[in-house]
């Protein structure tokens, strides 16, 4: 949970789950690259290019190092807001009832509060 490497889990004999042995090696998080596709360029909503190298590389730290399972969950949940969904074309329960909105405005936790970073 700490993003370091560690020796995980397989299961000794893939038919059956009675055995399970604890030597397959995992390697460490490593930052991927920026986002570049060519839909977040062209999104408004997104803005996947605003956040420099050295935030996002701070921010990665941050969330494998020091962050509690708690708080990697209200990270990635923070900017996440449930809205009831505009028009229902269908009669009865078929279509969902809510809508999920992402918005980029970056939320930066920390172990004793939430702000806000820009």
């Known amino acids: 949970?700490?993003?370091?490497?560690?020796?995980g889990f397989r299961r000794a004999d893939s038919k059956t789950t009675k055995r399970i042995v604890q030597d397959?090696?995992?390697?460490e998080r490593k930052m991927?690259?920026?986002?570049?596709s060519r839909k977040c360029q062209e999104s408004r909503k997104r803005g996947c290019d605003t956040i420099p190298g050295q935030e996002r590389q701070s921010l990665f730290g941050e969330f494998w190092l020091t962050m509690s399972w708690d708080l990697k969950n209200m990270?990635?949940?923070s900017p996440v807001d449930i809205?009831?969904?505009?028009r229902k074309t269908v009669k009865g329960n078929d279509m969902?009832?809510?809508?999920l909105l992402f918005s980029p405005t970056l939320?930066?936790?920390t172990s004793n509060n939430m702000r806000k970073v820009d």
């Open 1 to 7: 949970m700490k993003g370091k490497a560690y020796t």
């Open 24 to 27: 397959v090696p995992r390697e």
């Open 32 to 36: 991927g690259p920026a986002c570049n």
């Open 75 to 77: 990270f990635a949940c």
């Open 83 to 86: 809205k009831s969904t505009k």
């Open 96 to 99: 969902r009832q809510i809508c």
């Open 107 to 109: 939320h930066f936790a």
